[in-house]
């Protein structure tokens, strides 16, 4: 009778410690972004699930920015505006997924982070980058 209560701890903890993790893939492939065309998956190292959103695109990082800041925040994401920069060379977008959603393979003592950075690649045409990243509280 004893033998199998260890086993019914294992049971329970491996139910708590992956329920409601979403995969980064998953969360990334349902945003609504403000792009002429969707954007590919692509592998990153280190990205939480590995994979990034990538395209290429005719904006501005202002006009751009603007664009994706209103429509991610439409969708319950929140600015970190202390990492939000933008220059001529492109920009840098850090915001705090809605509440209550978790990415799987993000470490106990860290937050997901939906980070989006674009860079100028020639004038009037940016690489946009989309990915989830762990980050510190």
Partial sequence: ??????????ALSLQT???FA???AGLLAQLKL???????????????????????LSASPEELLTKLKTELTAQGYKERQINTV???????????????TSVDG???DKVALLVAQA?????????????FEASGR
């Fill in 86 to 100: 933008v220059g001529a060379w492109g920009f840098n977008l850090v915001m705090e997924p809605p509440g209550g």
């Fill in 34 to 56: 403000p792009l002429p065309k969707p954007a590919a998956p692509l592998f990153a190292a280190n990205g939480l699930g590995q994979t990034s959103l990538n395209t290429q």
């Fill in 1 to 10: 009778m004893r033998w199998y209560l260890p086993l019914i701890g294992l």
């Fill in 119 to 131: 860079a100028a690649i020639a004038p009037g045409r940016l690489n946009l980058n989309l990915r």
């Fill in 22 to 24: 979403a995969p980064a």
């Fill in 17 to 19: 410690s992956s329920a």
């Fill in 106 to 108: 993000t470490p106990a």
